[in-house]
């Protein structure tokens, strides 16, 4: 299991100090965001595109520290029925064209969620199916704009050689659990699969490893490692649908933290042997979110954790 970073923590440094901090930290690849919801600090996506010269410095200072490109990262709402979904799809479409000329094969993204209806200016992202016409609108979603948007994307993806589509479990996305995921997978190209985040399941109250257990290999693509801390005192009151501002963590029910500080590294010790024992062995791409301390702590604690807990040598 290759550790990796997502590199956006480190957004306040210039590319080759975060290189360096990477590497001093023990990590052995990075994930670079290319745009969409990040503000790509690492990537200049159009100069990059355009230049081979700019392409071969950018792999050489990459390659002098021993690291490897675990993926690129393209996160955002392609599938949102305004101008910003046309624009994701802008940086989606240039990301898979960077990956193949930098020789990346690993694409991290999300699936996206469409409106309602044809006539919706925004994401609607259905969450019950109390009401007869949400189930009307899901099948609008999956049918009418989801399906064909991934069937073509997973064909431009393997033209431009790329050979693992992540899409991470995010709310706020048709695809966010593993049954969502198997509906996705019954019709597209399996160059699709999961990158499984357990932080999103466990605010929604799930349990990552038997999540584990039911995608199995096929399935997951990719991992990313961080961590949700349950807050004691406003989760029992409120419950775990939480509208309250990321931005302000005093007031949510729970909130995204430094890897251990959630769950301690006994629980991480068990969900990177299971993911082991369903043969999962590719990067383990750190993200660091917790709000609660600096950046650089943050990646700090949580290595500190994730080294303890990987199956394997430092």
């Known amino acids: 299991m290759q550790m990796s970073l997502v590199t956006d923590v480190l957004g306040h440094l210039t590319f080759e100090d975060m290189l360096d901090t990477v590497a001093k930290l023990g990590f052995e690849a990075v994930e670079l965001g290319c745009g969409n919801w990040s503000k790509a600090p690492f990537v200049r996506l159009d100069a990059l595109l355009e230049s081979k010269a700019a392409r071969d410095a950018y792999l050489a200072a990459i390659r002098a520290r021993g690291l490897d490109i675990s993926a690129l990262n393209c996160s955002g709402e392609q599938l949102a029925p305004n101008g910003k979904g046309a624009a994701h799809k802008v940086v989606v479409e240039k990301t898979f064209r960077l990956a193949e000329l930098l020789g990346v094969k690993t694409i991290v993204m999300m699936s996206g969620c469409p409106g309602a209806n044809a006539k919706d200016t925004e994401s609607n992202w259905i969450t019950s199916n109390f009401f007869p016409e949400h189930q009307s609108v899901l099948d609008y979603q999956w049918n009418d704009v989801f399906f064909p948007y991934w069937e073509k994307t997973a064909a431009l993806a393997k033209s431009h050689g790329i050979e693992k589509v992540a899409l991470e479990n995010h709310h706020n996305n048709l695809v966010y659990n593993p049954r969502t995921m198997k509906k996705m997978r019954a019709v597209i190209d399996p160059v699709v699969g999961m990158n499984f985040d357990p932080s999103h399941l466990m605010w929604m109250g799930g349990d990552p490893i038997a999540a584990l257990r039911e995608l199995g290999k096929d399935l997951i693509h990719y991992m990313h ?90």
């Open 225 to 314: 490692a961080k961590d949700v801390r349950h807050e004691r005192g406003i989760v029992a009151a409120q419950g775990l649908i939480d509208l309250n501002p990321m931005s302000d963590p005093t007031q949510r029910a729970w909130n995204y933290v430094a890897l251990g500080h959630g769950h301690d590294v006994h629980w991480w010790k068990e969900y990177y042997s299971v993911a082991r024992y369903i043969g999962y062995d590719g990067p383990v791409s750190l993200e660091m979110e917790d709000m609660s301390m600096d950046p650089l702590t943050g990646v700090k604690k949580s290595v500190a954790t994730l080294k303890q807990a990987l199956p394997r040598a430092f």
